[in-house]
């Protein structure tokens, strides 16, 4: 076989609790902040569909699980609601959460499926959100008591846990560009809240440690490697202050315990660094983690401005480079992301020689399509185009492990077409296809191919 993967090497797929669900108002869930900006604001969310039912996966994790198994998962991340299973935050714990959480693990486990658990993906809980989200300490500690509180319960039987999906997201989406409710564009708000996710991660790796459980715990990071217009000092400078900000912002202090200092220099310099007490850096040092999940969808292209910056308007990271479109990249039109499969290989080799060879994996990779119906020949969707992205990712990988990467595993996004935030069900992504009328389930071409690639450990 031309591509073999290396023994016990992870196959299978990511989601999220408020991607999945469903069930948002029942069984004693409290409000998140997208079940609020939903009903604020459906207009946001694509032909104005919110995450109510989601794919239903609280009623129907059983035979999803099965499917699963079905595709050749051995392993498949998913996250604990926040909100479902403390629904004010703080305080009381929701046992209708505990009891579903219980019997999902349970599950996976009977199949032999390894759970991997993230805590937080996106899905901030409105009481917490009203206390100020992560601008507020007070948020960073009942986050740290929401980690404990699910290390205790489930960590008997999760031996992978991850503290935040993407935290950057929330960051960009909510203090940024608009894209997350809060709405709000204040640079030196989100680097408040950029700063108080990491701490709050470290508080809760240090409760994990604490408890001295068997297992490992990690951070899931969409790294997004920055590449220069042209090798022009003035591109390569706003190249490697894009991936300053963007990057190692966070991928430095989870794995080495410290901000880079040319981050904190250029905040200093512009007036934006974040408030930090005397303590934050040595919680920050302690919070490195185990094991790395790198998501990685597409690259960022940028080069020098072409125009002066308005210094009247709001500072942002745009002030130091424009985006450049790459003529000729090869395209996902649906999702509008340029398709540049060697930027894994990139991400893995940087981890390699930058950042000690940490065990990592590639904790999401995939791609949205739109109207795959058109795709279906005798009831099931070919979605060749997936099955090429994959592969092509792949190999790449392959290449990094063969020159030493430290790489255990690919999990796809996603296992079945989920709701995607503000784009709804624009985009499908799934190995398995879902009828939103019906909520009918159908493994679509790339699910069976997954399902060999899984078995043979590896493809030709
Ligand atoms: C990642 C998120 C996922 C998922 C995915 C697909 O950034 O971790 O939650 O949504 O992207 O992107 P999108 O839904 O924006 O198409």
Aim: proline share 5%.
């Amino acid at each position: 076989m031309q591509y073999k993967f290396p023994q016990n090497f992870w196959w299978g797929s990511a989601t999220s609790a408020p991607q999945t669900e469903g069930a948002a108002f029942e069984d004693g869930k409290g409000e998140n902040i997208w079940d609020h900006w939903f009903k604020e604001q459906p207009t946001r969310f694509h032909n104005q569909v919110g995450a109510t039912d989601a794919s239903t996966f609280y009623r129907n994790y059983r035979d999803d699980i099965a499917l699963m198994k079905k595709i050749g998962h051995n392993s498949f991340r998913t996250s604990i609601s926040w909100s479902r299973l403390i629904p004010q935050g703080t305080g009381t714990v929701n046992q209708q959460a505990v009891d579903f959480y219980n019997n999902v693990i349970d599950e996976l486990l009977a199949q032999g499926i390894e759970p991997f658990i993230n805590l937080f993906h996106f899905d901030m809980p409105m009481p917490m959100q009203e206390k100020g989200g992560w601008e507020s300490r007070e948020v960073v500690d009942a986050f740290a008591a929401f980690a404990e509180v699910c290390f205790k319960l489930f960590g008997d039987r999760v031996k992978y846990w991850f503290t935040f999906n993407e935290p950057i997201v929330p960051v960009e989406g909510g203090y940024l560009y608009d894209f997350h409710y809060p709405n709000v564009v204040d640079f030196q708000r989100a680097a408040a809240v950029a700063f108080n996710s990491i701490l709050a991660h470290s508080k809760a790796v240090q409760k994990y440690r604490t408890l001295q459980l068997k297992g490992e715990i990690g951070i899931i990071l969409n790294l997004t490697p920055s590449y220069p217009r042209s090798q022009n000092p003035a591109d390569l400078k706003a190249a490697d202050i894009a991936d300053l900000i963007f990057n190692r912002s966070f991928l430095d202090p989870v794995t080495l315990g410290e901000f880079p200092q040319e981050l904190v220099d250029l905040l200093k310099e512009y007036k934006q660094l974040p408030g930090c007490e005397k303590g934050d850096l040595e919680i920050i040092a302690a919070g490195k983690v185990d094991l790395l999940g790198v998501n990685y969808y597409r690259p960022r292209r940028v080069c020098a401005r072409a125009n002066a910056v308005n210094s009247d308007g709001p500072f942002m990271p745009e002030w130091f480079f424009d985006n450049y479109d790459m003529p000729g990249c090869k395209m996902n039109p649906h999702r509008g992301w340029e398709i540049y499969e060697k930027g894994l290989y990139d991400i893995l080799t940087d981890l390699r020689e930058n950042y000690g060879n940490i065990p990592c994996f590639i904790s999401e990779n995939g791609m949205g399509v739109e109207n795959e119906e058109k795709f279906i020949v005798d009831g099931q969707i070919q979605d060749d185009y997936r099955i090429e992205f994959v592969k092509d990712h792949l190999k790449w990988t392959h290449k990094a492990i063969s020159e030493g990467s430290n790489c255990l595993g690919y999990h796809l996004w996603t296992f079945i077409d989920c709701w995607s935030w503000s784009n709804s069900y624009k985009n499908r992504y799934g190995f398995i296809q879902l009828d939103l009328a019906s909520q009918t389930r159908t493994i679509k071409k790339s699910g069976d191919w997954f399902a060999d690639v899984s078995k043979d450990n590896g493809f030709n």
